[in-house]
């Protein structure tokens, strides 16, 4: 069965503590990972796709990173405004299903 | 440019009662899809569509229905509504396999 395990669940970092966030996963033939972001009340925003291992990409403070069991979102200096919740999801196998992780919320005090 | 619209954004239902909920997109998105969001278990994928009149089940799709005439609405229909459809509901949609998903801001439904 795909599953995806994220960690920690809860983190808190100070302004431009860098730190990163896990993504595990277990699935038969992984064809995408994908990584979003969400803020209280909304819906998740798509911020990276990730198609094979050793793949990296960058956004802004945010780079993300796979292997071929997990996937890390690198925060560099983050802001308060970085403060949401991290979602990572899987695709795989013959299907055209998106496995999400309960993601990790991230809390970046001034 | 919308993106994708979800309606209502909050709902109260009682047990047994049926309702839609609304989703519709207007960036001409092949691929669609019904998330819920519980507390502690992330989205769980409803129900999901390829394309116009193809759709397949996803994860927790007993209870739900739905149905893709158009390429741009995706309603889901609660048939008899219990108190474990209570969560956030939230309709997403993409241009084509392995890209990144446009979710809608989602519909908080409660069931008395």
């Known amino acids: 069965e795909d599953q995806v395990t994220q960690s920690p669940e809860a983190l808190r970092l100070q302004e431009g503590e860098s730190s990163s966030l896990n993504c595990s996963y277990t699935?038969?033939?992984?064809?995408?990972l994908f990584w979003y972001r969400q803020d209280p009340g909304k819906g998740p925003e798509f911020l990276f796709t990730?198609?094979?291992a050793g793949e990296e990409k960058e956004k802004e403070r945010l780079k993300a990173t796979l292997t071929k069991k997990e996937s890390f979102l690198h925060i560099t200096a983050p802001k308060p405004e970085d403060s949401a919740t991290y979602l990572c999801?899987?695709?795989?196998?013959?299907?055209?299903?998106?496995?999400f992780g309960t993601g990790t919320l991230l809390a970046v005090q001034p | 440019n919308a993106g994708v619209t979800q309606t209502p954004k909050f709902q109260v239902l009682k047990t047994g009662q049926s309702m839609t909920l609304q989703c519709a997109q207007d960036?001409?998105?092949?691929?669609m899809s019904w998330y819920r969001q519980d507390p502690g278990m992330g989205l769980r994928l409803i129900h999901y569509?390829?394309?116009?009149?193809?759709?397949d089940q996803g994860e927790v799709p007993n209870g739900y229905n739905v149905s893709r005439s158009t390429t741009e609405d995706f309603p889901l229909r609660l048939l008899s509504a219990a108190p474990s459809q209570t969560s956030v509901y939230f309709c997403?949609?993409?241009?084509?396999?392995?890209?990144?998903?446009?979710f809608g801001s989602g519909t908080r439904l409660t069931v008395v």
């Open positions: 997403a949609s993409s241009p084509s396999d392995l890209r990144g998903y446009t």
């Open positions: 960036m001409n998105h092949e691929y």
């Open positions: 699935v038969s033939g992984l064809r995408g």
């Open positions: 569509s390829v394309g116009a009149g193809i759709t």
């Open positions: 999801a899987v695709e795989g196998g013959a299907t055209n299903k998106l496995i």
């Open positions: 990730l198609y094979s």
